[in-house]
């Protein structure tokens, strides 16, 4: 039979779904098991092979394994013939390799809930969140490789799901805030240039005293985030710097009433705040100040797969993120009191 140009995808999630043991539908599409790079088997060979029964318009991985893809045919027949002939059975042309095979049907796209359901800025223009600025590429390849084995080289500490390490002051998880008199000492020199960088960020403004002094380096598996929260008014400055490194997430913020200003775990009130996102790609910088650190708290979703754009976005193997701010010497006077806990000392 001719054969066409073959479109071989290299995607992160498979566009095709099995259908249950107790379906049987047959489809132009073949879910093929025991077959990839990973068992030595080249998507070429997976077209020469199945490309005898007709015509292959496509390969697909159909996970991360390596060891399964998706096998697509123009023609339905093309796929009832490639299935009778192959499934079970010993491949000659594959080395007598024997292939597991099943019909699939394409991957309906996610359906996200009511709560889930939100546009993701790439820019913070298109965020509109008053003192939100992102910067991409705020640090080079070699730089980000540099920081992450900077701190690879020194010890974490394991929290439930992350393990973090902190720098000038520690981070104290059970008040969200810092002890100011257990001085750890000035920040590492390999944060020095991100420091430099940061002296003329957008959005600074005339910011004249010492920029920051306390770092927290987190380092998340896939599919885990950041519960909603407001860094404490009391415990840090007005600018809080944030750069992601070595893989991407959606972030998203929220705007509570008063009325739901501390219950964020609750559906109903979820719905009743003003809500937005952005996506944080590896090497951008992300500046939170006036309104936007004051106002609002920001969230990044336990997801393995964020949405952005209408595509898929698998997040890497670990993403780390370097969060720098300046820890505060008196007591917050912003001009948002309904959301700062000075006022509530008071």
């Given at each position: 039979?001719?054969k066409r ?12 779904t099995?259908p249950?043991r ?9 879910y093929?098991?025991n ?8 998507f ?8 005898m029964?007709g ?10 394994t390596g060891a ?6 123009s023609?339905l027949?093309s ?13 000659g042309a594959l ?11 394409p991957q ?5 809930n009511?709560?889930?359901?939100i546009?993701?800025s ?5 965020l ?5 600025y992102l ?7 070699q730089?980000e ?9 020194r ?8 393990r973090v390490?902190h720098?000038?002051?520690?981070f104290l ?16 020199s390999?944060?020095?240039?991100i ?5 003329s960020?957008q959005?600074r ?5 010492q ?21 404490t008014?009391s415990a840090?400055d007005?600018m ?5 490194l070595?893989g991407?997430c959606?972030m998203?913020?929220?705007?509570y ?12 009130e979820c719905?009743?705040s003003?809500?937005k ?5 590896p090497?951008?910088m992300?500046l939170?100040?006036?309104?936007g650190r004051?106002?609002w708290?920001?969230?990044i979703p336990?997801?393995?797969?964020d949405i ?7 997040r890497?193997s670990r993403?780390?993120s370097?969060?720098f701010?300046?820890v ?10 309904q959301?700062?806990?000075?006022r509530?000392?008071?």
């Amino acid at each position: 039979m001719p054969k066409r140009f073959i479109a071989v995808m290299d995607s992160n999630l498979s566009r095709f779904t099995i259908p249950k043991r107790s379906s049987c539908s047959t489809t132009q599409n073949l879910y093929v098991a025991n077959c990839g790079p990973a068992v030595g088997v080249s998507f070429k060979d997976i077209e020469s092979v199945f490309g005898m029964f007709g015509e292959v318009i496509g390969i697909y991985p159909a996970d991360e394994t390596g060891a399964r893809v998706i096998v697509c045919f123009s023609e339905l027949k093309s796929a009832e013939e490639a299935f009778h002939a192959l499934n079970g059975r010993g491949c000659g042309a594959l080395g007598g390799r024997i292939l597991h095979i099943r019909y699939s049907i394409p991957q309906q796209p996610p359906k996200a809930n009511n709560n889930d359901s939100i546009s993701v800025s790439l820019v913070s223009s298109e965020l509109a969140i008053p003192g939100i600025y992102l910067v991409h590429d705020f640090i080079t390849s070699q730089e980000e490789q540099e920081l992450l084995a900077a701190v690879d080289c020194r010890p974490w500490k394991n929290l439930s799901k992350r393990r973090v390490q902190h720098y000038g002051y520690e981070f104290l998880y059970e008040t969200r805030n810092v002890d100011s008199k257990q001085f750890l000492g000035e920040l590492p020199s390999f944060v020095s240039p991100i420091i430099e960088k940061i002296s003329s960020f957008q959005g600074r403004g005339d910011y004249k005293s010492q920029l920051v002094d306390q770092l927290t380096v987190n380092d998340y598996p896939p599919g885990i985030g950041l519960s909603p929260h407001i860094d404490t008014h009391s415990a840090f400055d007005d600018m809080i710097f944030s750069c992601s490194l070595a893989g991407p997430c959606v972030m998203e913020f929220r705007k509570y009433t008063q009325s739901n200003l501390f219950n964020t775990k609750s559906s109903q009130e979820c719905l009743n705040s003003s809500r937005k996102a952005i996506f944080l790609p590896p090497r951008s910088m992300l500046l939170l100040s006036g309104e936007g650190r004051y106002a609002w708290h920001h969230y990044i979703p336990h997801h393995k797969v964020d949405i952005v754009g209408g595509e898929m976005v698998r997040r890497c193997s670990r993403r780390v993120s370097f969060t720098f701010r300046k820890v505060r010497s008196g007591p917050c006077h912003c001009e948002f009191a309904q959301y700062c806990d000075s006022r509530k000392l008071n």
